[in-house]
């Protein structure tokens, strides 16, 4: 079985911007396991366990659909957690004004999963690139405040394609592998 996921990955040109500004949010004292560079992206939807035949299946259904979306302006421009910014387990980077097809790609990879047997996801789509994942509630005041505090310059990424990837969990963190990329239109 895989541990896999739809996801579109960050520009690799931008990955350095990004580390710089979850290295503005680390705080001494409190436990936050940040993600790797590499790993940087937006989860389109989480697929847990699988199998290869299956991902082949899906990248094939979603391919001429994928194909179709245009190139996507992403404009980081937030940074917000989960549950809350009072209550964070999840850091993420985001956009304020995240755009349409971004939403409507979403909704039709939950369309085709479902095909494949999927749940659908309940909670509502919030584009992000998850930044860190705060481990215990030691200094997270600290934390909250260095959270609200936050400023930053807004930058505008390219999102070109849709990659459906295996995540292999490791005490170091996740270990994310492309097995199938989906480019979108006019991307080879």
Known sequence: MIRAFIGIDAPVSLRNTIADLQRDLRV???????????NFHVTMK????????ILE???EALREKV????????QA????AFPSRSRPRVIWLGSSAAPDEIFSL????EEEAAKFGFEPEQRRFHPHITLGRVKDRDGL??????????TFTSFSMTLEAVSLKQSTLTPEGAMHKELFRLPFQGIT
Do not use: H, N, Y
């Open 28 to 38: 001494p004292g409190v436990r936050v396991r940040w993600e790797k560079p590499e």
């Open 46 to 53: 989480f697929l847990g366990d699988t199998t290869r035949e």
């Open 57 to 59: 299946e899906m990248a």
């Open 67 to 74: 194909s179709r979306v245009p190139v996507l302006a992403f």
């Open 77 to 80: 421009d937030t940074i917000g």
């Open 106 to 109: 979403q909704r039709t990879i």
């Open 141 to 150: 005041e600290d934390l909250i405040s260095t959270l609200k505090q936050c």
